[in-house]
């Protein structure tokens, strides 16, 4: 099984670029999010999604967009990006259990993505 | 804002001691879990324990959860090299739209 899959692995940007940071999972999870990690800060969650259709925001969501337009599939874009946005980013699902939004279950990440905006 | 703290921010063991980290939160939480980070991955999940439990072991993992002082910890025992990583733990809170929010994390190294 493949689990969370997450493309590019590294990535360079320049100021103002935009791209999109794709995450994909075959285990069906209903709950899907988006993390960035800094050293000495720990994972603050930018966006998360309950379902295919249904996304909002987490801690730190200013400067990226996300969709989910399938169960699989939570796509993270970065609109204009700045140096402060240099991070690692992970992607992780989990299952949805009775209706609650994540936390009842475990989650899984994926490899994570290595950003720098010069 | 982070919900977890863990403590110490570094440990640094020989291989077949114990190791302990202990993470502070502050708000009711519905469970709390451990991740474990090994450099450069992603994380991965070690061991979830609900509010109304007290201790839960898993291998040679034990995590035990305080819920009046909103604390737990987690104690590796007979550590080995390659336990060597990143451990975090994160809580998820109790209304029906919970997140798991996540500690700054304790770096563990074990040396043989």
């Known amino acids: 099984n493949a689990g969370v899959t997450q493309t590019p692995k590294f990535q360079v940007l320049k100021t103002g670029q935009s791209m999109t940071l794709q995450c994909a999972q075959d285990m069906n999870h209903e709950y899907m999010s988006w993390y960035r990690q800094d050293p000495g800060m720990g994972l603050r969650l930018i966006h998360y999604?309950?379902?295919?259709?249904?996304?909002d925001q987490g801690e730190v969501p200013n400067g990226y967009n996300v969709s989910r337009s399938t169960t699989e599939d939570f796509p993270l874009r970065l609109l204009s990006a700045a140096p402060s946005q240099t991070s690692v980013y992970f992607c992780a699902s989990s299952y949805s259990f009775n209706g609650r939004v994540q936390g009842d279950t475990e989650a899984f990440f994926g490899q994570g993505t290595r950003l720098t905006v010069v | 804002s982070q919900q977890g703290e863990e403590d110490p921010q570094a440990l640094s063991i020989q291989e077949g001691e114990n190791a302990t980290m202990n993470c502070s939160y502050k708000?009711?939480?519905?469970?709390l879990q451990w991740y474990r980070q090994n450099s450069g991955r992603g994380l991965v999940h070690l061991i979830l324990i609900r509010s109304n439990e007290r201790e839960k072991h898993s291998g040679r993992l034990r995590v035990t959860l305080d819920t009046s002082k909103k604390s737990s910890s987690l104690l590796i025992t007979a550590s080995r090299a390659a336990d060597t990583a990143s451990y975090f733990c994160?809580?998820?809170?109790?209304?029906?739209?919970?997140?798991?929010?996540f500690g700054t994390g304790t770096r563990l190294q074990v040396t043989l």
């Open positions: 708000t009711s939480i519905n469970n």
């Open positions: 999604s309950v379902g295919a259709g249904i996304t």
């Open positions: 994160a809580t998820a809170g109790t209304g029906t739209a919970s997140k798991l929010t």
